[in-house]
Structure formats: C-alpha cells, structure tokens
C-alpha cells in the first residue's frame, strides 16, 4: 500500500508537471526503462521484505521466547524495510533521473528526480508506520526481552516529524515543483494547486490516523494499567509492544507495580515480625529513637514446665506446639486489639494501649487473658498468664543503626512476676487489683480475689485477682 501511494504521488506530479518538450520524442525509452525498473523493484523489494519479516520472526512462527539478538532484531523491522524501500526508490531516482538527463535538459532531470524523491519518502514513511502497527504482536513478545532503556530507535517526536513530513512537506514541495519553475508547470496553477491540497488531505489523514493508533492505543493500556494499580492490584503488568519513550513508560510501569508489590511483601513480613500497629508506627514517625510514656496493661504468657518439656521432645516438636500456642494467643490479642509485642522463647508479651491508644486497655486485656485460657485449656501445652497496667515509655530502643518497638515499665515488670505464681492458680490466670478495679462492671464481675502475694523483686505485697471458676455441672442422683 506504502507503494501504491508513492507511485501514486510521482504520477500525479509528473502530470501536473506535463511531459518536457525536450524528452517527449524519447518519452517510451523511459517510460519502457521505468517500467522494467518498476518490476524488477517490486520482485527484488518483495524478495527481500520477506526475506527480512522470516529471519525476523520466526520465533515468533514457532511460539517460543526469541533470545536477545533475535529481540532487537525483530525491533528493527520497521526500519529494515523502510530502508529496502528507500533503496529502491533511491535506485528509481538515479535511474529514471539519467535517462531524463540523457534525453532532455538537466531542469527535466531536476523535475524528474524530485518527483520521484518526493514519491519515495512518502512511501518510506508509511512504511515504517504501518510496519510498526502491524507488527504490534511480535514487538510486543520482543520487547519483552529487550525492553527499551537508554537510546531509543525511534522516538515520539520522530514519529511526529515523519508525520508532519508526509501530511505537509510532500504537498508542498510538490507545489514547489510545480508552480515556482514555470516551464515545468501549466501556465494556469489553480488545479495543480487544488489536486496537491487533496493529495496533503490524504496523506496527512493516513499518516495521523497511523501515529494516533500507535500513540492512542498503548497510552489507553497504560492508564487502564494504571487505574488498576490504584485500586490496590500489584500484579498488573503492561506488554512493552513499543520501542519509543512510550516503551520506556511501559518498562516504568512495570517496575513501578514490581516495586509497590516488593514494598508490600517487604511491609507484611515487617508486619508479622514486629505487629502490624507497629509498622503503622514507624510509617508515621520514621527511623528515630522516639517514644512516650502511656497508661498501659500488659499480658504475659509462660508455658508451665518448659524445661522439662525441651528436655523430653525433639526440639522441632517443641517449636511446632510453641506455634500452635502462639497462634492462639495472636489470635486473641488482635481480636481484642491489642500487640503481640515480642516472643521471648516460650514466653509472650503482649501490650494493650501502645503503640495505638486504647479506649479501654484493662477490660479488653482481661477478655483476651480468659480467650487465651480457654483456647489452650485443652490443648497440649498448660501455661500461666498475668495481667498488670501502669505507667510504661512505649517506643524505640537501641541505636540508629539497629532498635526495635518495645515497652519497659514496672507494669511489664508486675505481668511477669504474676505470671510465676499464675501457673500455680487454679484458673492460671492472675491479675493485678489495678486492672480489675479498671475495667468495666460487666468483665468485673467475672473475677474475684485471689489473695495478697509478694512478688519477686517488688518492696510492697500485691493484691491479685482470677476468674471465677465455671460452674460444676449438677451430680446425677
């Protein structure tokens, strides 16, 4: 079609030109010579197209992933054949040209020549910007290996000069040719005018229309793309079917929806390392050694009888019921929205109110403390659980270089110790007086006093509390 159009310039302008007195005896030897030249160009030029489009694609003819060179070959199609084309027009203008000259003046030869040059640009145009949007399919698995970075073979504003030059320069370099020299022209302009303003009106239709496809078309795949990524969906990928900075856009938002999905595994394993609250933390007020002292209520979990338990079974035995004890109390802590803050072997400590403030930090610990023990009543490890609150800094410690989320206070302190004497309770739960006196009446009542009991390292006794006992069901008579 690129072709068809070319020749259909250089016969419109050699007839507005009208045929030179000076070669109009010899007019068969050329248009003899053009014809055979014409056919043998389309045999050579089909020859070679083919040539070139097989070696080119035939990974893609076979289904498979084409190697690197393959790529960059296949990404230089269109200009491979725009260059076949333009040889051969090339050869046409030195041709035709000579035998003009031969048989005419060098003005006829002139004229000739830049009608034939004006025929082959446009077609070397349409050429590369249909090869481009035909070949769509295969440069899009080709640029999938070789995607386009750096040095780019072909750019927007490339494609935008070529366009300007095939729907404006031809038309008026024709008028040119056919109105400046008055012996190459009609002595009247009027309709050589009119039929080259509808030749530019066709071929800058044809050539716009070529580059709003391959600009419209990857640019609706991008934002559609886009708008996915926004919605939250990382596993969007674009297909790089272009090698101009529209690839390199494609490329960038490939790697941006690799980067997000990167930045949120890396974000879920921060948040089950560390608890997802605490990574809301450190989003907020970044890598600082920061913290405040809260009003908060700690929970502490320790497996009764560890030692001997490691010492009787495999240590992966051991790790798999520390896990399955652990998921219970990660279960319950989170439900009642609390911070699994840290495991210290086969121990856990869990804070209500840091590093996210909460309403009601005793009674939602005590809830958690009842769900743990009866989650775990039955199961295969027994453990102690104490429950403390008070004042406690919640926040960064370490160095600059290495810190962790963590929280010290006398209250952490209390949880520990009450746990000791919780593993020898009835309930295995102990709470502190200051955490039954500050939740709500309804989980009050649910507890009654334990007795007066002097923890290690503390001056003062404490008083404690635990869970009324269930009911015993009815003796059959």
Not at 86 to 112: E, H, K, N, Q, R
Not at 441 to 460: D, F, K, M, N
Request: hydrophobic share 50%; aromatic share 6%; charged share 20%.
């Amino acid at each position: 079609m690129s072709s068809f159009c070319g020749a259909g310039i250089v016969f419109l302008l050699l007839m507005l030109q009208g045929v030179p007195e000076t070669v109009a005896g010899h007019g068969w030897i050329i248009a003899v010579c053009a014809g055979g030249y014409v056919l043998l160009s389309v045999l050579v030029g089909t020859a070679w197209a083919v040539f070139l489009q097989r070696r080119t694609a035939v990974w893609f003819v076979l289904g498979r992933e084409p190697t690197r060179e393959e790529a960059r070959r296949a990404l230089r199609l269109p200009v491979d054949l725009a260059t076949v084309s333009g040889t051969l027009w090339l050869g046409g203008v030195v041709v035709i040209g000579t035998l003009t000259a031969v048989f005419g003046t060098w003005l006829d030869a002139l004229g000739v020549a830049m009608a034939i040059l004006l025929g082959g640009f446009a077609t070397v145009g349409l050429t590369y910007l249909a090869t481009e949007w035909v070949a769509r399919p295969v440069m899009t698995m080709a640029l999938a290996t070789a995607p386009p970075r750096g040095t780019l073979p072909m750019t927007v504003l490339r494609r935008l000069v070529i366009t300007w030059a095939l729907a404006s320069g031809v038309p008026m370099v024709g008028v040119l040719l056919v109105v400046l020299p008055p012996d190459l022209g009609p002595s009247d302009p009027a309709p050589s005018l009119l039929a080259l303003s509808v030749t530019g009106l066709v071929l800058g239709a044809l050539a716009t229309a070529l580059l709003a496809r391959a600009v419209a078309a990857p640019l609706h795949r991008l934002r559609l793309a886009l708008d996915q990524i926004a919605k939250g969906r990382r596993d969007v990928r674009v297909g790089i079917d272009d090698s101009s900075e529209i690839g390199m856009l494609q490329t960038s938002v490939n790697d941006l929806a690799k980067g997000l999905a990167e930045q949120e595994r890396l974000r879920d394993l921060f948040g089950r390392h560390v608890g997802d609250d605490v990574v809301r933390h450190a989003l907020e007020y970044g890598a600082s050694l920061s913290g405040d002292v809260r009003d908060v209520t700690a929970l502490f979990v320790d497996v009764v009888d560890s030692t001997a338990l490691a010492a009787e079974l495999p240590p992966d035995e051991v790790v798999r019921k520390l896990n399955g004890l652990f998921a219970s109390v990660v279960d319950a802590v989170g439900t009642h929205g609390g911070l699994v803050n840290k495991f210290q072997g086969d121990a856990a400590l869990c804070i209500f109110g840091a590093p996210t403030r909460h309403a009601d930090p005793a009674t939602s610990a005590l809830r958690a403390a009842r769900a743990i023990r009866d989650a775990v009543s039955s199961g295969e490890l027994d453990l102690g659980i104490g429950v403390a609150k008070g004042p406690a800094f919640a926040g960064q410690l370490g160095t600059a270089s290495r810190f962790e989320y963590t929280v010290i206070g006398d209250a952490v302190n209390e949880a520990a110790r009450l746990t000791e004497h919780a593993k020898q309770a009835e309930g295995r739960i102990l709470a502190s007086e200051a955490v039954v006196k500050a939740c709500v009446a309804s989980e009050r009542g649910l507890w009654q006093h334990h007795g007066t009991i002097h923890l290690r390292g503390r001056p003062t006794p404490t008083e404690t509390w635990e869970p009324h006992p269930p009911p015993r069901p009815p003796l059959l008579r």
